[in-house]
Each structure stands twice: as C-alpha cells, then as structure tokens.
C-alpha cells in the first residue's frame, strides 16, 4: 500500500491515477473526499495534518510506503512521518525542488522549505528518494485568467527561459521510484525536454486553443500580485529574481524521466494541450 498526500494536487493527482491504472494498492489523503474525484481503483481517505496522531495512524495501517508533499502537510510534517513510521513505513518518495543543488542560494526560502523536510525524512529512520524538479509546467495556469479574458497576457521577463516539466512525467518517476529496485538513496532531477520561454509558453498555449495570445511584457515593478495568484506574496519577490536570472541563460535539462520511466518526457505543447479546458473554463 502506498500512501499519497497531496492526492488532489497536480503531481498527487496523476501519481494516484497511474497507480490505480496499474492496479497498485494506493491510499489517497485529501481534505475532502466527497470533492476529490479520484479514479475508483484508490482508496482515498479524509487527512487532517493539524489532527492529534491518533487520528492520523489509521492512514497508514497496512502501508509501506509514502509519497510525501510537502505543501500538503505544512507545518505538521513531524507528526505526519512519526504516524507513518509508526504505522510501518519504509520509504519516502519526497516531491521537493530543483532549487536545491550545489551553489544554490541556501538562503532562499523555497530552498529553506524543501531542504528542511528533505533533513527530517533522513532523520526519520526511512528509506528515501527525493525528487527534485525544476520549473513546472502547470505554473503556466497563472496566466489562466487572463487568457480566458481575452488575447493577452501581460507579465515580466518575456524572455525567461526554463524547461517546464509536465506533471504526468513527474508522477511516472515518483511510481516507479515505488514499484522499481535501485532508486532508495537516489535524488532524481526532473525537467522538461527542451527551453520554452515565458513568451513562447503563452503562444503554445494559444496554438492549444486555437487563438493567437499575446504577450506584452511589463517591467518587474509594476508587477502586481494577481499576476502570479499561486505563489504567497511574500514569496513573489524572490521568484521575480529567479526569473531575472533566467532571461536568455539556458536552463538545465536532464534526461531522468526517459531513464528512469522509459518514455520521453512529455513537450510544453504536449501539457498545452492536456490542459486546454483549464484556460477556458472558469475555475
């Protein structure tokens, strides 16, 4: 049995899905079952990671493994790995990030985050494997509202280049890092298949759609809030800076997804079109 946390989010909702295609016993925690929508070969209980462990011991009766989100558990993630290792856990699969690398600026925050929860699963007496991918290509639903709204999208860094992953590539990794020998220790960094600048995601989309979307460029300090809805405010700050330092710099791209899953990994105009629908109907 493998538990998911995080089991209606992007990465969460995928792994679950392909799990239960292939008929692997999987446990899916969500807030709100009556609402989650899981595919019917998983079984999906109601998680509280603010409840007493008590509470939290039932969901990991009879498992053996965890995959572990760490904006799902928040704050409570002692009490959520101390249930799981009580409740017979032997490994972690961990989404983390590709900010954590050598040189890195350690004192980012979403490297203090994702560093820390890495530190308490070694610590907790696991088996590990940590994935840390690089941009997402599901940060592209940013752009969601305005696209809906018309045929243009304004934002910084037009020129900002990454190599966005699809989540579905990262959910292929995280079950095969359960279902395969060889991958305990290992830290798999994950990315696109090629560089897609900012500009170049909106006109993929826009190709998706059918539309010929636009981007107009504004400079990082009339750069405001709803312009990025999914990262915390004071986060914005430090994701502009990245996103500076990304304008014309070739990103890093890996081959880990064919390596470790056999396939390729999936275009940004492959997610395009995977998500069509999330640009046209209201959320």
Known sequence: MIVATGATGNVGRALVTQLAAA?????????????AQL???????????????????????GASALFLHMAAVGEHADAVLKA????????VVMLSSG???????ETHPIYVAHADLEERVRGGGFDWTFLRPNAFATNSLQWADQIRAGDTVRGPFAGALTAPIHEAD????????????????????????TAVSTEEQIHAIGQALGR?????????????EDMFPHVPAGMLPAILESFAEAVGVAPEITTTVESVTGTPARTFTDWARDHKNDFTQST
Not at 23 to 35: G, I, K
Not at 99 to 105: Q, T
């Open 99 to 105: 900010i954590i690398e050598d040189g890195a600026d």
């Open 23 to 35: 008929q692997t016993p999987v446990r899916a925690l969500t807030r709100d079952p009556r609402r």
């Open 170 to 193: 990262i959910a292929a990794v995280a079950a095969r890092a359960f279902l395969d020998d060889g991958h305990r220790g290992a830290v798999h960094r994950l990315t696109g298949p």
């Open 39 to 61: 595919p019917p070969g998983a079984e999906v209980a109601r998680f509280d990671p603010a409840a007493e462990p008590a509470a939290l011991a039932p969901l990991f009766e």
């Open 212 to 224: 010929d979307v636009q981007f107009v460029e504004v400079p990082p300090e009339e750069v405001t």
């Open 84 to 91: 799981a290792r009580e409740g017979g856990v032997e490994h």
